[in-house]
């Protein structure tokens, strides 16, 4: 969950609403919710990006970044839900896609992938920093 300047909180969700399975971008939603908890919008509906949810986060712009970690993306988005950029890529079936292995660390380097992202955050410069969560790495 995170807040925005006008007492908004966003929501990233594993738990999607619709009935039945979810699979895919249908996985996760963003939901973005009044300062008195009444139902806004949901944002990015079936987004290609969206695949394993874990983090949303507000910048000081109130620019919306939402990490999904099933997907391998970071997503930057204007406070009108309109993607501004994306970070990271989503492995593709033709890539050989398959869930990522354990492997003793440090990871190898894979171009342009990001290995299960968590969470972003800001310098007091407004630089980007994405990081995951050391129980992540460790496991």
């Given at each position: 969950?995170?807040?925005?300047?006008?007492?908004?909180?966003?929501?990233?969700?594993?738990?999607?609403?619709?009935?039945?399975?979810?699979?895919?971008?249908?996985?996760?939603?963003?939901?973005?919710?009044?300062?008195?908890?009444?139902?806004?919008?949901?944002?990015?509906?079936?987004?290609?990006?969206?695949?394993?949810?874990?983090?949303?986060?507000?910048?000081?712009?109130?620019?919306?970044?939402?990490?999904?970690?099933?997907?391998?993306?970071?997503?930057?988005?204007?406070?009108?839900?309109?993607?501004?950029?994306?970070?990271?890529?989503?492995?593709?079936?033709?890539?050989?896609?398959?869930?990522?292995?354990?492997?003793?660390?440090?990871?190898?380097?894979?171009?342009?992938?990001?290995?299960?992202?968590?969470?972003?955050?800001?310098?007091?410069?407004?630089?980007?920093?994405?990081?995951?969560?050391?129980?992540d790495v460790l496991r």
């Open positions: 969950m995170a807040v925005n300047s006008k007492g908004h909180v966003f929501v990233f969700t594993r738990s999607n609403s619709a009935s039945g399975p979810a699979y895919g971008p249908t996985a996760a939603q963003l939901l973005e919710f009044g300062p008195k908890g009444e139902f806004i919008r949901e944002i990015g509906k079936g987004l290609y990006g969206w695949s394993f949810a874990h983090s949303v986060r507000i910048d000081k712009d109130d620019n919306i970044w939402a990490i999904d970690k099933g997907s391998d993306m970071v997503i930057k988005m204007n406070p009108a839900g309109r993607v501004l950029m994306v970070f990271g890529r989503r492995k593709e079936s033709a890539d050989g896609a398959e869930p990522w292995k354990h492997v003793n660390l440090p990871f190898p380097h894979v171009d342009g992938m990001f290995r299960q992202p968590t969470d972003v955050a800001w310098d007091s410069e407004g630089n980007t920093y994405r990081w995951k969560v050391l129980a």
